[in-house]
């Protein structure tokens, strides 16, 4: 993959030989505006900008200290912040509010993790770690242990891990395993499959020895796949996450939530396993571990402002240091005559003004997903705009409908509602 060795060579060009890179951005401004916690994450970025010869124009608390608190809009904070920098670094608790950012701030905006959706630096972070010590991630096994369906690190690094050629062990803690259509979407993208493997480790951190394991569809089958769920036997690194407390009702968490043990590394399975946790961490990894020759979390964390350094060249200094790949949001037909995001915690849905927006996907059948947070709009009916006529999705009429006049509906009555029958 074009983009990721151009990247890990960039990583590596920046930590040789960082006086040459000193002043790519004189005279740039970033900004960096933060609507949630961060300590790795801002002072990384901001930390790398200033390795680089930029200034910085810093919002750390915006919920207390923007003119959120006057109840202005998203939307227009960013087109007045934009007006005043280079580039923009964002941290939200809304699903997909990095790509409505993005639509407002006419600048480049960075995703500095936004809801539980995505954290694409962290990612980065994660794999040029795990890249400096293996030279590729191909047909590595890397478990995901803990919060993975509110972790926003958890999926993100899936996504790049299935972009490596990395198999992929969730190890979700019981109740919060991702959505199945979340993982569907990287089987389809990547051509991946889904197999079972099984160790009792697995049922102490997760109450079941039998767990998924997501890898390329081509991949030859070794010994690990003679049987329905043979025992893995290793596993080349671990990614544990903390409970994404702040994302749930607490009402959901009732069990105990996994926590790795000093014993746990004594396994065969464990042993070459590298440590990796995106921090902050809590209980789930005990401070007796850090000086485990397999713990690499702080060595991750000091990865953070160089892996930056290098996607800010890609995003203002593309003349001398673009990184092929490095694309900004997701492009693609757009359908706007839709009906609301169905995620409650959609950017669309909580920003005032905001109508929802949708991406037009051909695969071969037609599939809408938000032009914000990617989820699925709900088709149960289509309509033929220029006879208003409504037919069930999978009638045998809609496939008569030109593509130019479909109009998809969530419900008979949304349907209804605009006149169609
Ligand atoms: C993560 C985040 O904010 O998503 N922190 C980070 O950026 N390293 C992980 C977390 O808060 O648990």
Not at 71 to 77: A, C, I, R, V
Not at 382 to 404: M, N, Y
């Amino acid at each position: 993959m074009p983009f990721l060795q151009e990247f890990h060579n960039r990583v590596r060009e920046l930590e040789r030989e960082p006086e040459r890179f000193a002043d790519a951005l004189r005279g740039k401004l970033l900004a960096t505006i933060f609507y949630e916690a961060s300590t790795r994450t801002r002072l990384s970025f901001e930390a790398a900008f200033q390795r680089l010869g930029g200034g910085i124009l810093s919002v750390p608390d915006a919920m207390g200290q923007s003119s959120f608190k006057k109840g202005e809009s998203l939307s227009d904070t960013m087109r007045v912040i934009g007006g005043y920098s280079d580039v923009v670094v964002l941290r939200h608790s809304a699903d997909g509010a990095s790509r409505l950012a993005a639509r407002s701030a006419r600048v480049p905006v960075i995703n500095g993790g936004d809801g539980r959706l995505g954290h694409p630096t962290q990612s980065l972070v994660d794999l040029a770690t795990l890249h400096r010590e293996w030279g590729t991630l191909r047909d590595k096994t890397v478990g995901i242990l803990g919060d993975v369906r509110h972790g926003r690190t958890a999926r993100s690094l899936v996504w790049a891990l299935a972009a490596s050629g990395a198999r992929v062990l969730p190890l979700p803690a019981p109740g919060f395993d991702w959505e199945a259509d979340f993982e569907k979407r990287i089987l389809s993208r990547f051509e991946y499959r889904v197999s079972q493997v099984s160790h009792p480790l697995f049922a102490r951190w997760t109450g079941n020895p039998v767990a998924r394991i997501l890898e390329p569809r081509g991949a030859r089958q070794g010994q690990l796949f003679l049987d329905d769920a043979p025992t893995l036997r290793h596993l080349d690194a671990l990614y544990i996450t903390r409970l994404q407390f702040e994302r749930l009702d607490r009402k959901d968490f009732m069990g105990a939530y996994p926590a790795l043990r000093p014993e746990d590394l004594d396994e065969s399975l464990m042993e070459s396993t590298l440590l990796l946790h995106p921090l902050p961490r809590r209980e789930e990894l005990p401070p007796v571990l850090d000086g485990d020759r397999r713990s690499l979390y702080f060595e991750q964390a000091r990865m953070g402002p160089v892996v930056r350094q290098a996607i800010f060249l890609a995003t203002l200094r593309p003349d001398r240091w673009a990184l092929p790949g490095l694309r900004p949001m997701p492009a693609g037909r757009e359908e706007e005559a839709l009906d609301s995001c169905p995620n409650e915690n959609c950017i669309s849905n909580l920003e005032v003004f905001q109508p929802p927006a949708w991406r037009v996907i051909n695969r071969p059948r037609a599939v809408f997903l938000c032009a914000f947070c990617d989820a699925h709009f709900p088709v149960t009916h289509v309509g033929c705009r220029s006879s208003k006529r409504l037919h069930p999705l999978h009638g045998p009429e809609v496939t008569k409908i030109h593509a130019e006049n479909l109009q998809p509906f969530a419900s008979r009555d949304a349907a209804a509602a605009r006149g169609y029958s």
